[in-house]
């Protein structure tokens, strides 16, 4: 059973594009996260949604937009594809937003690698 | 913000040695730090956590040390084995708690 997926896992797109990236988790976690790892590995988080709100946008430009329909899903959609966009971007859950004053365990995805031609 | 030093970049240790990854952070209210293993082609996964009311953690041949006065925490791998061989990531919780953030990442060669 997996416990957080993400589809496609590849994505090769010309730029100005649109596309779009799922998630779901079947854990039952109430906050859902995205995080963009570039070239280098460096893993920065992008978005959280906690019960289907959005409680972090990390400065990410607005041609990303998260969605989540329900606890289980989280999708990112992003605009006008740009080069600078090539990353994998994963997909990572949570049972609760905060923990014992701090985050709570995360899990992630598979990742999706996505490249902007 | 908070800010996360990690050292090694890379490491190269013979199968069974032990290897030691570092981590630095720099707001004192973190109180939540994770490991996470990455193998090529795959997410990071959890390998071992520790919260700043514990000072070190094991599980089997992983341990973690936090120093909370000196703002460092390692990660300890004893009897180190070829499928050790991946990239570590450490993280430390902002200061408002509600997210981590990692360092850059240290890959580890384990020789057989």
């Known amino acids: 059973d997996t416990a957080v997926s993400q589809t496609p896992k590849y994505l090769v797109t010309q730029m100005g594009n649109d596309k779009s990236i799922k998630c779901e988790q079947n854990?039952?976690?109430?906050?859902m996260y995205w995080y963009k790892q570039d070239s280098k590995k460096f893993l920065k988080i992008m978005f959280s949604?906690?019960?289907?709100?959005?409680?972090i946008n990390e400065t990410v430009p607005n041609r990303f937009s998260p969605k989540s329909p329900d606890k289980a899903h989280l999708n990112l959609h992003i605009n006008s594809l740009e080069l600078g966009d090539s990353a994998v971007y994963f997909c990572?859950?949570?049972?609760?937003?905060?923990?014992?004053?701090?985050?709570?365990?995360?899990?992630f995805g598979p990742g999706t690698r996505l490249t902007v031609l | 913000g908070e800010n996360v030093e990690q050292h090694p970049s890379t490491l190269s240790v013979q199968e069974g040695d032990s290897a030691v990854i570092k981590c630095t952070y720099s707001?004192?209210?973190?109180?939540?730090f994770p490991w996470y293993k990455q193998e090529l082609g795959k997410g990071p996964q959890l390998i071992i956590d520790?919260?700043?009311?514990?000072g070190e953690k094991k599980d089997q041949r992983i341990a973690v040390t936090l120093n909370k006065t000196a703002k460092h925490f390692s990660l300890h791998i004893t009897e180190t084995q070829p499928e050790d061989s991946a990239v570590y990531f450490c993280?430390?919780?902002?200061?408002?708690?509600?997210?981590?953030?990692f360092g850059a990442g240290t890959i580890l060669r384990v020789k057989s």
């Open positions: 949604y906690n019960n289907k709100e959005l409680i």
């Open positions: 854990l039952g976690h109430d906050t």
């Open positions: 707001d004192s209210a973190s109180n939540y």
């Open positions: 993280a430390a919780s902002s200061e408002y708690g509600n997210k981590l953030v």
């Open positions: 990572a859950s949570s049972q609760d937003w905060l923990r014992q004053g701090g985050t709570d365990t995360q899990y």
């Open positions: 520790i919260r700043s009311n514990v």
